[in-house]
């Protein structure tokens, strides 16, 4: 709301948005600086716009103090009368005048939040002693929290000394995979290698494609494959982290420290490694690639399985309409009029070899 301060002068109201500035308020603010001060009523005269107009330009203007009212008005005797004159201010002094009391804040509420941290990390020490203690006497941990996921998973990574390895199942949504890059390129930076698998499957998507460049560019190794059966992640050869399906919605997981069940767990990462199909940037765009048949045959030995559908699909990391577009895909292109059928013709054409 407009307030007033005598008559006919107008004052800032904070509450109020800020106003945007247009053409009026540009040319209300240019007559300012070049007669040194602004009559709106003179102003309306010579710009041909209406004192309605003109007296909320200048109230948007005052409220950005880019003009003050100056009731006593110039020295000059043949400048305006005092009443409802306005002087201009310079942009640089609006601003501090603006902007001044949010800085403070903000400078105040940082001092804050550094006093809090070292408040709170005081205790950091016993949580590392009890944490580290904890999953040494513990070789099998449930992790039920997400939070409690979450901050394992950060602790693991900043103490890992060689080698980050994972293999991930399915399609990751497009925040997580911005959250993964920017630990990618902090473990990467401490001169640790990571590889990382994924199903054949995701290449299809343009955004999973730019992302597996970009973790490439930064110096990791990506291979797809497949099939994954499920999430993994080992930290050195001492950890493994695997995705607890009974928790409910993907949210739990499983901490390995037994030495013997994460070297079982890490060769069956290995072979499916060695197997797996390095990945190369398509400048093409989306498409498989050199994945192609590699995906083409695992859907053909599902198909000749006679496995159903949807646990094909589930299989494979894709959708079921993608899965049984791939299947009518492979009939066309096989001249196979029955699922069973096609299974027979590809393995005498020699696409099931390899």
């Known amino acids: 709301m407009r307030q007033t301060d005598g008559p006919g002068q107008l004052v800032a109201d904070p509450d109020e948005d800020t106003p945007g500035l247009g053409e009026l308020h540009v040319a209300l603010y240019r007559r300012a600086l070049e007669h040194g001060w602004l009559d709106p009523v003179q102003a309306a005269l010579r710009l041909g716009h209406s004192l309605a107009e003109v007296d909320a330009a200048v109230h948007d203007l005052v409220r950005l103090h880019l003009l003050r009212g100056d009731p006593d008005g110039p020295d000059d005797p043949d400048g305006p009368p005092g009443t409802g004159c306005y002087l201009p201010c310079s942009p640089n002094a609006a601003a501090a005048h603006l902007t001044g009391s949010i800085e403070a804040e903000i400078r105040r509420r940082h001092r804050e939040a550094e006093r809090l941290r070292s408040h709170v990390m005081a205790l950091n020490p016993v949580f590392e002693e009890s944490w580290q203690g904890s999953y040494e006497q513990n070789p099998i941990v449930h992790l039920t929290l997400p939070d ?207």
Do not use: C
């Open 148 to 354: 409690t996921v979450r901050s394992t998973l950060e602790q693991l990574s900043a103490g890992t000394r060689g080698e980050v390895a994972a293999a991930h199942p399915l399609l990751p949504p497009q925040q997580a995979l911005e959250e993964g890059l920017a630990r990618t390129t902090e473990v990467i930076g401490r001169g640790i290698s990571m590889r990382t698998l994924y199903p054949h499957s995701v290449l299809a998507h343009r955004y999973m494609q730019q992302h597996l460049s970009r973790m490439t560019a930064l110096g990791a190794e990506i291979r797809t494959t497949g099939q994954i059966p499920d999430r993994i992640l080992f930290f050195d050869w001492e950890t493994a982290v695997i995705a607890d399906s009974g928790a409910g919605a993907g949210t739990g997981a499983i901490l390995v420290r037994d030495p013997a069940l994460v070297g079982h767990l890490r060769r069956s990462w290995e072979s499916s490694w060695e197997s797996a199909l390095p990945f190369s940037s398509s400048p093409g765009g989306t498409g498989y690639g050199s994945a192609k048949d590699s995906l083409r045959r695992s859907v053909l030995q599902l198909l000749e399985s006679g496995m159903k559908d949807e646990v094909a699909a589930r299989r494979l990391s894709m959708s079921t309409s993608s899965y049984r577009r791939h299947v009518t895909d492979l009939m066309n292109d096989l001249g196979a009029e029955s699922r069973f059928q096609a299974g027979s013709f590809a393995r005498r054409e020699g696409w099931l070899d390899g």
